[in-house]
């Protein structure tokens, strides 16, 4: 991994947050998804198949279901994310390994939080993750204009804000058309997956980031 072999005060890290950082899966993904289909139900009159189809369709084709319904609705993107990403229990449903604060500080070098959710629920996850001074930096959909991932607009605006070299950066997620994207702008590329197999533009895969420093080290040292 190119990334690996630059002076550590020279790596740039840029994480995705849920299922990155903390396994959004199992309560926080089905409770979002719950609330954008109630979402589509009420502003659009549909049934409960006929939301499940619109938010998965526009989730597949554009990275998020907010960037479906910009384009083919003029949906205003403040209203749907403020109603849809509403968890007065988060700090129940956050899961997340306990040694990944230390993890990420061995890294070194920079480090910051590229995330497709609102600015209000990255920074308070960040926070019960005890994350919250980690990162040099934290980017979310306001950032990218409500264009998230993979639109390359959002990492252009946080290259540019750092003026960052694409080299520099290894950029960490659990979605490969993200990963795709960053590939494209010249980052090194680790996807968090337990699949095996190989994937052309990924550059390293990990269970978990809490074993990224350590094969990071084992990288650089070939």
């Known amino acids: 991994m190119r990334v690996a072999r630059l002076p550590p005060s ?18 926080i993904f089905p409770a979002m998804h719950e609330q954008i289909n109630a979402y589509l139900r009420r502003y659009f009159g549909l049934d409960a198949a006929g939301a499940d189809d619109i938010r998965q369709r526009f989730w597949r084709t554009y990275g998020t279901t907010l960037d479906g319904l910009v384009r083919h609705h003029g949906t205003d993107p403040r209203h749907f994310l403020r109603e849809t990403h509403v968890f007065p229990e988060l700090a129940e ?8 604060k230390h993890a990420l ?3 070194g070098g920079t480090k910051l939080v ?5 600015r ?3 920074s308070e996850v960040l926070r019960i ?18 264009r998230g991932k993979p639109a390359l607009h959002g990492f252009h605006f946080l290259l540019r804000k750092h003026h960052l070299a694409a080299y520099r950066c290894a950029f960490i997620d659990d979605a490969l058309e993200n990963l795709r994207a960053a590939h494209r702008l010249g980052m090194s590329t680790v996807w968090v ?8 533009f990924v550059d390293l895969r990990v269970r978990s980031v809490v074993e990224l420093p350590r094969l990071v080290f084992r990288t650089a040292s070939a």
């Not at 020279?10 to 309560?27: C, G, Q």
């Not at 590229?114 to 609102?118: E, I, K, Q, V």
């Open 193 to 200: 997956s337990r699949e095996r197999r190989r994937v052309p």
């Open 105 to 107: 500080a061995r890294l």
């Open 129 to 146: 993750m005890g994350l919250a001074r980690t990162f040099d930096g934290v980017y979310t959909i306001e950032d990218a204009r409500y």
């Open 114 to 118: 590229f995330s497709n959710a609102p």
């Open 120 to 122: 209000h629920y990255v």
């Open 93 to 100: 449903m956050v899961v997340h390994e306990n040694a990944l």
């Open 10 to 27: 020279r790596r740039v890290w840029i994480f995705d947050l849920d299922n990155t950082l903390h396994d959004a899966r199992a309560r």
